[in-house]
């Protein structure tokens, strides 16, 4: 038999995570788009697929790790600890590849290459995915 005192109970507790975890992405992406040396809403703005691809991997990499925190963890403080060693992670990630292994990065997603925005997308999901994987309470 349905519960509506448990379902009200579960509800409130879902709704306080989704947002929170909304909020930790609205500031990740805030925050990776201040660090980035490119213009991802101007360049999306201008039809540049590379940019869109690049923010949009970027995006499902920090994702991915706070699904598995929001399934692993017991409190929003611990959440909120993993949502930002993910988010920091990413940036670093994207500071190493885009400074040290592949230098010329930003002028090819600014100049719209495809290949260097696939690149970059696969990396930030798989570097997502190992933070998921890694994720333990």
Request: hydrophobic content about 65%.
């Amino acid at each position: 038999m349905f519960d509506w005192f448990v379902f009200q109970q579960g509800a409130i507790a879902f709704l306080i995570a989704f947002a929170m975890a909304g909020a930790f992405t609205l500031a990740f992406k805030l925050v990776y788009q201040w660090v980035t040396p490119y213009h991802e809403h101007t360049l999306i703005r201008q039809g540049n697929t590379a940019a869109a691809i690049a923010l949009g991997g970027a995006l499902i990499g920090y994702v991915l790790p706070l699904a598995s925190a929001l399934s692993h963890t017991v409190s929003l403080m611990e959440f909120a600890a993993w949502a930002l060693l993910a988010g920091i992670i990413q940036i670093v990630v994207f500071v190493a590849i885009s400074r040290m292994a592949f230098r010329n990065l930003v002028v090819r997603i600014e100049a719209g290459e495809i290949a260097a925005a696939v690149y970059l997308a696969s990396i930030s999901i798989c570097v997502g995915l190992l933070n998921a994987a890694c994720m333990t309470s």
